[in-house]
Every structure is written in C-alpha cells, then in structure tokens.
C-alpha cells in the first residue's frame, strides 16, 4: 500500500510539520487536467474527474471566495494531492500586506474587518484557504506580516510616528482577525543584506534599527499564544571554521574553501540578529530558513552542504529556538549537459532534509508549492521543474528524497539502521558529519558547477560578477528582482 508524506511524518519519533504553500485559484478552481472532457455528458459540459465542482473564477478580485467557505464547491486534483500528502499549509501569497489591503477605505461588507485610514483589508481569499485547511485538520501557517518587498507604497510618504503606527494596526488587525485560527506567524521577512547586516528598507529608515524587535513583540500582543518567527534566505548553512572553529581541509572539487558556507557572512548575521532577539527578551519561538536552492548555482547561489546545513540548525537550536526550512524548491534546469536533474534534485532535498531532521530543534518542512505546474519560479526567473510533483501532479524522483528524509526519524530509539540518514549496513550517513567520503569525493560535485570555470553564459546570469564569481545583487532587493 503507498503511504504518503503525511501519514510517514505521522510515524516519525517526534511532532514534524510537512507543508506546502498554497494558492487559491488552484485549490478550488479545476484545472483543465481535472477534467474528462465528453461533450455528450450533461449537454456538453465537461465530467469532473474528482469529485463535482461550480467553478469559481477566485483571481478575480469580484469573484472571491466568501468568507463562510460557501463558494468552495470544488474537489480539484491540486486540493486532493494537498490534503493527503500534508499536514500544514504556508499561505504564499494573499497574506502579505500589499494583498490584503485595498485603495479605498470603507468595509467591504458587514462581516469585514474595520475600516482604517489606510485602505480596507480583503480577507476573503485566505479566510476560504484556512477553512478548507481547518476543515481537513491541517496546520496553518501565516506568511508573512513584515516584508519589504510586499509593504504598501504609501509607507514611503509617511512620517516615522505614522508608519510605526501603520505597522502595528496591520500586525494587530490580520493577527486579531485570523486569532486561534493561524498560530504561528513569519513575523518579519528578509531583513538581512547579504553581509549580514539589516536592509536599510522602509522600516529601519521609518523606525530605526530595533523595529523587528518592535514587531514582535506587538505579535505577542495581539496573540500571546502564537508561535512567532524570523525567516530568511540564503542562511541555510555554516561552515566548520565559524561553528565548529576548525576546518575540513580546504579547497574541494568545486573550488569552494570547505570551511566557510556559500553565504556565511549572512548566515552569520543571521546568527546574530536572531541571537540579539534572544538576548533582549524579544518574544521569538521559531526560526527560517527558506532554501531556495539552485543545482547549478555557483557562489553565493550555490546550495549549502548538508552538514553545513546541519551546523547552523543546531547552533541556532542551541538558543532555545525551534528551526524550520520554510520555501524549499530546487531548480535544476540550468545543470549542465549530461547531469541527470532527476537525481541531482532527489539527493539535494534528501540530504538536506536529513540534516535537518538529525537535529532535535528542527521542527517543520515546508515547500513552496509542490507541484511544477504551480511555481512561482516560472514567473520569477524561467521556465524550471523545482518541486516533488510534476506538471501533472505525478509523484516525480524528488518525492521520494523528501520520504527518504522524513523516514530518517521514523525507527524507534535504539534500532540498528533507518535511522538519522543511514542504513543498517553503513549507519550515520557520511553527509551529515564531513563535506567528503572516504573517497575524497566532495557531496553535491556529480552535478555543481565548478567556482573556477563557469559554463559558457553564465556571466549573463543575474548577479554573476565576471571578477570573482560572486553574486553582486543590490543590498536589499531578492535576487529575482535584480536587471538581468
């Protein structure tokens, strides 16, 4: 009998989230592919291949779901495959403050939220996601309050008492509004430069440097029982030098100094700040890490080892924080010719999540999306397969990494193999404690480009800097904001 990635989080030794982020049209909108079209059934309209559906067009901002979930009348392949492979659900989108916040004050409807000086909120798409998750005794996780990149453009043109003032009644009205209903929330997202120091966005220039510590804590106000977190990109791992206080012995196949990670000196600051957080009394349970990973990429693009990844985890872990992946996808189409993708992207999220999973404070798995036929890589940087589920919503190679990894904490406590990565004729795998195996072979060298010889237009990609091989994205901005 197939067993899917809830029922196998459901057997490991200790609570394990395995979400996924979600998006509505999908979830209740039928897809061509849901349908068997017969055009000799009920007068030519096409049959539902899973269950029956009254089609709601949910992008459109006049056609939303209502907030009493009475417009959810459809059983696509996407809600199917979502509701028996996971046990949470991250809302990707319409929960960022842009989105939720309309031009024009006033209420939408006698159900809606206040009305404020500052636009009128729209709820309706993630009030009908969180009933349907709600409905299927699935976790829900809010993403995000604080970003950025998603702030409402009035922001720029108002005072710094206004925008501190702006920012905690958007904290207070979408927590107070979804309060006992989503319990743990991104709290600020991407505050990090890619040095480690914080972004000079609108927020550190309107509030200072202590406004994440501010937001928090008016988090905490407004739902005392909710798990709070910090989440980031590009931190995902730790070199031996900064959190061992050795080395590994150098240079490797790639041409990367073993020692240090990809992105260390964020990874670092990231450190930092969260234990700054900690230190000052800040009201923070959780840290993420986002793992946007790229097979191919080179520099700091270049995916994290997984006892890099397993190095940062714990030193987080170690203060008193629970840690979660919190994005991941892979993308694999810029491998070079002759990689087998398939296999590239299956060990990256086996290994990496068996790190994850090796480490008692890690808590929670989630993916961005899970099938390829919805990913916001397409739209953000090409035409990529970066997720466990294809364009047909088939269970692809990936699929079984990630099992892989979730099984890694399913044996009892004393059994001989299964067990933190391993099997019973090797135990531990070697991944989890050293960058090589015995061979000398670097982990992830079958596929990643080497620093010193990047392939032929790789200077064209976004951030490649012809001098060093480095990503040169400007502070502040997502590398798939960048010019090309």
Known sequence: MTTTLRETAASCRREVYIGAAVLPRPLFVLDYDDVDVDHDHDGGCPRPRIGCATISTVDDD???????????????????????????????????????????????SQSSPPETTLGRYDFRHVDAMVDWAMSRNMHVKGHVLIWHITSPPFLEDMSPDDVRGAVKRHIFATMGYFRDRIRMWDVVNEALASDGTLVEN???????????????????????????????????????????????????????????APNQAKSDGYYRLLKSLVD?????????????????????????????????????????????????????SKLKAGVNRDMAQTIIYRDVLTAALSESCFHGIWLWGFSDRHTWVKNFYHDDTPLIFDDAYERKMAYRGVEDALRSITCPDGSDGGCDGGDAATGVAWYLESDYNEAGDEWGSDWMTPESDPEEGEENFRGWNEENGRDTTKEGLPDWLQPP
């Open 62 to 108: 006049d056609e939303k779901p209502s907030a009493n979930g009475n417009r959810m009348t459809s059983t696509t392949r996407y809600s199917g495959i979502l509701s028996s492979e996971f046990n949470s659900v991250v809302i990707e989108h319409h929960l960022k403050w842009s989105p939720l916040v309309h031009a024009l004050p006033g209420p939408i």
């Open 202 to 260: 609108v927020f550190y220039r309107k509030m200072g440097p202590g406004y994440i510590g501010e937001c928090f804590r008016w988090a905490h106000e407004a739902d005392p029982n909710s798990f709070l977190i910090y989440n980031d990109n590009k931190v995902e791992g730790c070199g031996i030098r900064d959190c061992d206080g050795g080395s590994d012995g150098g240079i490797g196949a790639s041409g990367r100094l073993g020692a240090d």
């Open 280 to 332: 000052d009394g800040v009201p923070i349970h959780g840290a993420g890490m986002q793992a946007h990973f790229d097979a191919s990429g080179i520099g700091r693009n270049r995916p994290p080892t997984p006892s890099m990844v397993k190095r940062q985890i714990r030193r987080i872990g170690e203060l008193g924080l629970k840690v979660n992946i919190s994005e991941m996808d892979v993308r694999v």
